[in-house]
């Protein structure tokens, strides 16, 4: 498997493409599988497919999408949109926890539709206008590359952007790809008024042979890891969201929401320190796994 989309990377870079098509992968079609969308508080919405994250934040003056899923997701997340009575023309910035296939496949055309701007990281945005796939990325020859966007905005940690009255903050948690960006903003129901994060991949996910405790592709990793927990065990956190919707247990809070569960699931203020409990512990097992090989 590793071998046919090594081959596939190589010929998708060798022509200079600059629209991906569909990847083919285990889990896409698991990933893809057919979400309703839903509030999660306040101006913020869930329109990805089930496995894959993708969070939009409205205003009167336009709205913010996070994350574009895979590139045959896009249908299930414009039709989301527009389900709830938004519409993809009206998406004003388009930004991305990590540039690989399942979190930023789609926003090549995401982009196309809306004619948003994208906002991504220094490295995350060489990756999304130049290469498709960056060569520091543990995961480099394994993984297809992401459909090419004409241009992408460049960020620097903690810059805050704006669309109509939504403030969304970028901040760097790199480890996963060295690029990985989360994402921080409040949302308000009448008075009450709460903090969202929407948390990158914190996994040590790599192709074979790379070595997150000593990569010459990718020095820091270790420590970039560690600075992305510092993160989450530091910030503000009410809702916790993830790119993989089920690293934060997205269903069964949902769940319990719908059965009347209170107080609300969706609200769990230690939820993102316990995230980087966990993340912490599957680093610290993978450097122990690379011992002695």
Not at 221 to 230: H, I, N, R
Request: net charge positive; with cysteine; proline share 7%.
């Amino acid at each position: 498997m590793v071998l046919v989309t090594f081959l596939f990377l190589l010929a998708a870079l060798a022509s200079g493409q600059s629209g991906a098509p569909a990847p083919s992968c285990a889990n896409c079609a698991e990933w893809n599988k057919r979400q309703e969308p839903f509030k999660i508080y306040g101006n913020t919405y869930y329109v990805g497919p089930h496995g894959l994250s993708s969070i939009l934040i409205t205003s009167k003056a336009g709205h913010v999408l996070i994350d574009g899923a895979l590139p045959e997701s896009v249908p299930q997340v414009v039709a989301n949109i527009r389900s709830l009575g938004f519409r993809v023309e009206d998406v004003k910035l388009v930004v991305n926890s990590h540039v690989h296939f399942d979190h930023g496949g789609g926003i090549a055309e995401l982009q196309r539709l809306s004619g948003a701007e994208v906002a991504a990281s220094p490295w995350s945005a060489e990756v999304l206008t130049k290469s498709g796939v960056g060569k520091g990325d543990p995961q480099f020859g394994s993984i297809p590359p992401v459909a090419l966007v004409p241009r992408a905005t460049t960020l620097r940690d903690g810059r805050t952007l704006r669309v109509g009255d939504i403030k969304l903050t970028a901040h760097f948690t790199p480890g996963h790809t060295p690029g990985g960006t989360s994402w921080t903003w409040k949302t308000c129901e009448g008075k009450r008024c709460l903090n969202l994060v929407y948390s990158d991949s914190m996994t040590p996910v790599s192709s074979d042979g790379f070595r997150f405790s000593d990569s010459r592709e990718y020095p820091t990793a270790v420590q970039d890891f560690e600075k992305s927990f510092a993160f989450l065990r530091s910030t503000p956190c009410d809702i916790l969201l993830t790119s993989h919707p089920d690293a934060s247990g997205l269903w069964e809070r949902l769940e319990g929401r719908q059965k009347g569960v209170r107080p609300d699931p969706f609200v769990a203020p230690n939820a993102c320190k316990d995230l980087a409990g966990r993340a912490s512990e599957q680093l610290r097992r993978r450097l122990e796994s690379e011992k002695g090989r």
